[in-house]
């Protein structure tokens, strides 16, 4: 039976619920009071036992749109309520978009702190004890379905397989062919189930991405005492994944999978310890309890220690141990460390620089879901390090990076599309990988969402989304967004001209090192505009930006060594950098250098 849903009032505590139409002349608990009711056969009434006559508030409601794309009602006739808990759900900002030329592909990085990650870990299998007493959930949002879970495009199984087969479908990668099953059997309140379900929809495996039901899934596992479930929803807890952050209830739930043995929690509450995440620091107690379950064999615990060894924490710093630890731990097929191993054979940190050797352990992480090893896999494929360039396979990983989440793949991948690097340039699809990974922060989508603005390039020429998508890049000190914050005050994009603006904004620039922001600043103190003329400090700054290769910056310099602005005049030091700069393509330099060859 579909239909858009019905709002009514429960008569017992008075919150308006949306009924689903296919809880037509079902029972249901209120989300809010819990109170058991009947829905009426034609959706007309709610009822429930000694409750006041219940009251119709819309008919229908012909708007109504849940938050996901796709959504599913969820039948409770014998199945497990799930959801009781609805979600306040975590929106990122960033509202604007934009770039012109867009910021270089940008190299691989480390991860700094990586969070736990969402995953049944190798060689340990998740135990199940009954919760005695429940933790607190999110509180509901008013303005969220209750109860509705995102549409999963999988036909209901015949017969339904049971739940060691269907795992075993799970590990060999058979993702469409288990789903059926993991849905049916999460249905009839199978934790196990339930909690692989998360983890099909917390990574898109044969279905669409949703982390709002993944977490829903997880908590309906972990109310059950399943500790893969208990973890998994502690990591959704701690990263904000589906549900608003609380590294208290993270820290909670970690303890109870740690309680049931599950080596995975452990190592996650001593990491609590270790940061001071939803519980008071104590980098003590958290390297006992890292030093024990590594000593037990638990990968996730000698990835901590080795993190503990790498950056000193607690521990003298000690490159040497942290490889070893990793490598023990990405032996064992913890993906992190794989992640890791490959990162220090890419960037020779702790080992000798081995490019194959990075691409070996990059796509043993990426075979585990490894976001980031996905990433710089790519970037390998991309560039020929390691392996042969193959700028299509490059682009497909990005997308399986990108259509995860992934903030970083996804600006390469609006990368790829803007030049048209493994994939048909699509000025349309890099504007929107842009924007997804704006809308989650990231400093050089935002960047280069401002360039496409800026341009014209593929949008509307708009200065003032150009300019707040700039100022947001540069907040997050992004240097190249710095600079151009300042040549939106000097040219007046977006925002009211003002020279003493732009001159503090190119120095932030220059600060951090930019070879623009240097020329830029440069500039400035050469012809005294917004600042006081001193044609020393305007040479310094060309000199930093020359330094760095460029080419306008080689052309001003060399106007100071022809008429001896800041330096001594020196002609043939002044057309040896507008030949350099010529030859870099500065059209300024080239008529300069024409201009002195004539003579």
């Known amino acids: 039976m579909e239909g858009n849903p019905i ?97 270089a592909n940008p190299p691989p990085v480390a991860v700094v702190k990586e969070r736990p990650s969402l995953e049944e ?23 969220d379905d209750w109860m509705i879970i995102p549409m999963i495009d999988a036909a209901a199984p015949e017969e339904t397989l049971s739940i060691d087969q269907t795992v075993q479908l799970y590990r060999d990668k058979e993702y469409e062919a288990a789903l059926p099953h993991l849905l049916s059997l999460s249905k009839s309140g199978d934790a196990r189930a339930q909690y692989y379900l998360g983890l099909c929809l917390n990574y898109s495996r044969g279905t669409k991405r949703n982390e709002n039901a993944a977490f829903r899934w997880f908590l309906a596992s972990a109310e059950q005492g399943y500790s893969g479930g208990q973890n998994d929803l502690a990591v959704c807890y701690e990263n904000g994944t589906g549900t608003v952050r609380s590294p208290e209830l993270a820290f909670a739930w970690y303890q109870k999978a740690a309680d049931q043995g599950y080596g995975l929690a452990i190592a996650n509450v ?38 503990s060894y790498k950056n000193g924490i607690g521990v003298p710093e000690d490159l040497d141990k942290a490889v070893a630890l990793y490598r023990e731990a990405a032996e064992l097929g913890d993906k992190r460390s794989q992640f890791e191993i490959g990162y220090f054979y890419e960037k020779g940190i702790g080992l000798d620089q081995d490019f194959e050797q990075a691409v070996v352990w990059y796509q043993k992480a990426a075979d585990r879901g490894h976001l980031m090893a996905i990433n710089n ?84 020429t708009d ?29 007046g994009l977006g925002v009211e001209k003002d020279e003493e603006q732009a001159v503090a904004w190119y120095r932030k620039s220059a600060d951090k090192g930019n070879p623009l922001g240097q020329k830029n600043l440069g500039y400035r103190y050469d012809i005294g505009l917004g600042v ?19 080419a306008a910056a080689m052309n001003n310099l060399g106007t100071c060594y022809e008429y001896g602005d800041g330096v001594p005049k020196n002609l ?25 060859l004539k003579n």
């Open 377 to 460: 896999l790519a970037d390998c494929y991309q560039n020929g390090e390691g392996v042969e360039q193959d700028l299509d396979k490059a682009a497909e990983l990005i997308r399986r990076a990108a259509e995860q989440g992934l903030p970083l793949a996804q600006v390469n991948l609006g990368y790829c599309y803007e030049t048209g690097k493994g994939v048909p340039k699509d000025l349309a699809a890099a504007f929107r990988w842009y924007q997804s990974a704006a809308d989650q922060g990231n400093a050089i989508a935002q960047y280069n969402l401002a360039q496409m603005y800026r341009t014209g390039n593929g949008v509307p």
């Open 463 to 491: 200065g003032d989304k150009a300019y707040k998508l700039y100022l947001l890049a540069a907040e997050q000190g992004d240097s190249d967004a710095l600079n151009m914050v300042g040549f939106c005050y000097a040219n």
């Open 121 to 143: 870990p190798a060689g340990e299998t998740p135990t199940a004890e009954p919760v005695a007493e429940q933790l607190p959930a999110i509180p509901p949002d008013d303005g």
């Open 572 to 596: 043939r030091k002044a057309i040896e950098l507008y030949r350099k700069a010529a030859s870099l393509g500065d059209d300024t330099a080239k008529d300069n250098l024409r201009r002195h």
């Open 270 to 307: 001593g990491n609590c310890y270790l940061d001071g995440t939803g519980v008071e620091r104590d980098v003590e107690k958290g390297l006992e309890i890292l030093r024990k379950a590594a000593a037990d064999g638990v990968p996730a615990a000698k990835f901590h220690l080795a993190y």
């Open 7 to 103: 709002a009514l009032r429960c008569p017992q505590c008075g919150k308006t619920l949306k009924i689903p139409a296919n809880l037509a002349g079902k029972s249901a608990p209120c989300p809010n009071c819990r109170t058991q009711l009947q829905i009426a056969g034609d959706l007309s009434t709610i009822t429930a036992p000694h409750a006041a006559e219940p009251e119709l508030i819309v008919a229908e409601l012909a708007e109504s749109s849940p938050k996901s794309n796709t959504a599913m009602y969820l039948l409770i006739g014998g199945a497990a309520v799930i959801g009781l808990s609805v979600l306040l759900v975590g929106l990122a900002a960033a509202w604007f978009v934009s770039a012109p030329a867009p910021a």
């Open 532 to 550: 006081e003329q001193d044609y020393k400090k305007a040479v310094a700054l060309y000199q930093a930006a020359v330094d760095q290769g460029n």
